[in-house]
T-cell receptor
Framework: AQSVTQLGSHVSVSEGALVLLRCNYS??????LFWYVQYPNQGLQLLLK??????LVKGINGFEAEFKKSETSFHLTKPSAHMSDAAEYFC????????????FGQGTILTVHP | GAVVSQHPSWVICKSGTSVKIECRSL??????MFWYRQFPKQSLMLMAT?????????EQGVEKDKFLINHASLTLSTLTVTSAHPEDSSFYIC??????????????FGPGTRLTVL
């Protein structure tokens, strides 16, 4: 079975600062990895995904993530935080044999200070 | 593209009644839909996987007789919470996965339904 661990349930940054949200995964077979963002009382929006192509994945809103197999990591970054980035972020993993079932991390709440 | 809708967005019901939540893929055909439950300040927990034309597969610990799932077409799945109780109050989110190969394993999520049982 696969699993995801998000380090840090809360991350706080200043506007304009680097955003780094950490995600480590565990999987015995090649994984698909995703980052989703959730705004209060809303569903999840896909930010980006890794599906075994390029290891550096660029997503929407200036976010990107790098798949590092040796570190079993898929950290999410953004060079310069914006107030509108404040939300909860979820890392998720799936594998082909799970028929698309996603396993989510615990989530990280990002706060952006002016 | 890849828009998923849910209806209603919120519902309040009395204990003992049943509530139906609809999940629709608006611009693509979804061979598989997933139902999640999210309690406050927690992550999403998968409840069941719904494949068009077949019975849903429930995760361990989820009562299939309480949470009835029907996936009658490639664009519609419904979740019925039967004999709802206050502990069923939660945020229910559906997602859909398309059949086109280029969509890979991406799930597209609906906006969620807030259920409050009094």
């Amino acid at each position: 079975a696969q699993s995801v661990t998000q380090l840090g349930s809360h991350v706080s940054v200043s506007e304009g600062a680097l955003v780094l949200l950490r995600c480590n995964y565990s999987s015995s077979v090649p994984p698909y990895l995703f980052w989703y963002v959730q705004y209060p009382n809303q569903g999840l929006q896909l930010l980006l995904k890794y599906t075994s192509a390029a290891t550096l994945v660029k997503g929407i809103n200036g976010f990107e993530a790098e798949f590092k197999k040796s570190e079993t990591s898929f950290h999410l970054t953004k060079p310069s935080a914006h107030m509108s980035d404040a939300a909860e972020y979820f890392c998720a993993v799936s594998v082909l044999t799970s028929y698309g079932k996603l396993t989510f991390g615990q989530g990280t709440i990002l706060t952006v200070h002016p | 593209g890849a828009v998923v809708s849910q209806h209603p967005s919120w519902v309040i019901c009395k204990s003992g009644t049943s509530v139906k939540i609809e999940c629709r893929s608006l611009d693509f055909q979804a061979t598989t839909m997933f139902w999640y439950r999210q309690f406050p300040k927690q992550s999403l927990m998968l409840m069941a996987t719904s494949n068009e034309g077949s019975k849903a597969t429930y995760e361990q610990g989820v009562e299939k007789d309480k949470f009835l799932i029907n996936h009658a077409s490639l664009t519609l799945s419904t979740l019925t919470v039967t004999s709802a109780h206050p502990e069923d109050s939660s945020f229910y989110i559906c997602s859909a996965r398309g059949r086109q190969a280029h969509q890979g394993d991406t799930q597209y999520f609906g906006p969620g339904t807030r259920l409050t049982v009094l």
